[in-house]
């Protein structure tokens, strides 16, 4: 019995290391393909691939420098998580099997995503973002020192970051009549945000309808916590000439903004719990639970001020 159990932890452990080797070779030569893809427009390095028992598979020390810029783009780990190491074993079979070798559950992960504030590339990519979005008055001390359309260098600078260091991690569950989706994104000194997202009906069957699909909003549980941004954010203001009563407005004009890119004009039952999240609460909780389910095409058939009451939306600060 004794040497039985001995052969049997030995043939598991043969087999595991088995199994970890193929997954290994089969990832490392997906991303030797997709860097040999991304070759004339980036050269990405890793360190190596890494997997765990409880189902989690990463890619490690990456790096990335986009063609045309010197400054690098790091990332500690980028990967995938499955509730088993058999589960990963099961998606190495995608190509054959199709959707039925995604679990019911897989999350996605990012950590240690640094960008330097003063990137070549940063300063490209912010100047492009102006532009898609028809920026007004940008250069504004009050729409600068909020980051009323996103943080310039020089603004990421003064407000005391020498990297945006993000990490997130994105879990889906697909069921048989609701997909939902959690998210936790975490900017590293500034702010942290753990989001809960219900559809409802069958994601995959949707998406087998292609253009026909129409996503419908079941829930959404939203929580913004500040983790030093805002106390940055009036300093910084008041270093521009701005007043305590000024930076409060410019701040609100911000999240307005925010809004707007959504369709959505938010209403007072929004700005002033918003408001206390400024004023040193240091979590804002926003709710959406519509009466019946919302397609997201047709919020935009509805006025930007009718949408709050559309969603049921709704926020507190605490």
């Known amino acids: 019995m004794k040497n039985f159990i001995i052969w049997a932890i030995l043939i598991g452990?043969?087999?595991?290391?088995?199994?970890?080797?193929?997954?290994?070779?089969?990832?490392?030569?997906?991303?030797d393909m997709a860097v040999l893809m991304m070759s004339p427009y980036a050269n990405v390095e890793y360190d190596g691939v890494g997997s765990t028992l409880s189902g989690e598979l990463t890619v490690d020390g990456v790096r990335v420098r986009i063609d045309g810029y010197s400054d690098e783009l790091t990332i500690d780990r980028i990967g995938i998580d499955t509730p088993s190491f058999l589960s990963l074993i099961s998606l190495?079979?995608?190509?054959?099997?199709?959707?039925?070798?995604i679990p019911e559950q897989i999350g996605f992960l990012i950590e240690g995503l640094r960008i330097p504030a003063d990137a070549d590339y940063y300063d490209d990519f912010y100047e492009f973002s102006l532009a898609a979005r028809n920026a007004e008055n940008p250069e504004s001390a009050g729409a600068e020192c909020t980051g009323r359309y996103g943080f310039s260098p020089a603004a990421?600078?003064?407000?005391?970051?020498?990297?945006?260091?993000?990490?997130?991690?994105?879990?889906?569950?697909?069921e048989e009549s609701r997909f939902s989706f959690d998210m936790q994104i975490s900017m590293d000194d500034m702010w942290d945000m753990d989001a809960n997202v219900s559809l409802a009906g069958n994601m995959v069957a949707e998406m087998m309808q292609g253009p026909a699909s129409q996503p419908r909003l079941r829930n959404m549980h939203v929580e913004f916590t500040d983790?030093?941004?805002?106390?940055?954010?009036?300093?910084?203001?008041?270093?521009?000439?701005?007043?305590?009563?000024?930076?409060m407005h410019a701040q609100i004009e911000s999240f307005k903004v925010f809004g707007e890119i959504y369709g959505i004009e938010f209403d007072q039952y929004m700005i002033d719990p918003f408001k206390e999240f400024l004023l040193g609460k240091s979590t804002l909780v926003i709710t959406a639970q519509p009466s019946n389910p919302v397609a997201f095409s047709q919020i935009d058939l509805y006025k930007p001020s009718d949408v709050p009451a559309l969603l049921n939306l709704a926020a507190i600060a605490r």
Do not use: W
């Not at 190495?92 to 070798?101: E, R, V």
């Open 13 to 31: 452990a043969l087999g595991y290391g088995g199994a970890k080797f193929y997954l290994h070779k089969e990832v490392s030569s997906a991303m």
């Open 92 to 101: 190495s079979d995608l190509s054959s099997k199709g959707p039925d070798a």
């Open 156 to 174: 990421l600078s003064a407000l005391g970051y020498q990297d945006q260091v993000m990490s997130m991690y994105m879990g889906i569950r697909d």
């Open 227 to 247: 983790r030093s941004l805002n106390e940055r954010v009036s300093k910084y203001c008041e270093r521009r000439g701005l007043s305590a009563v000024e930076t």
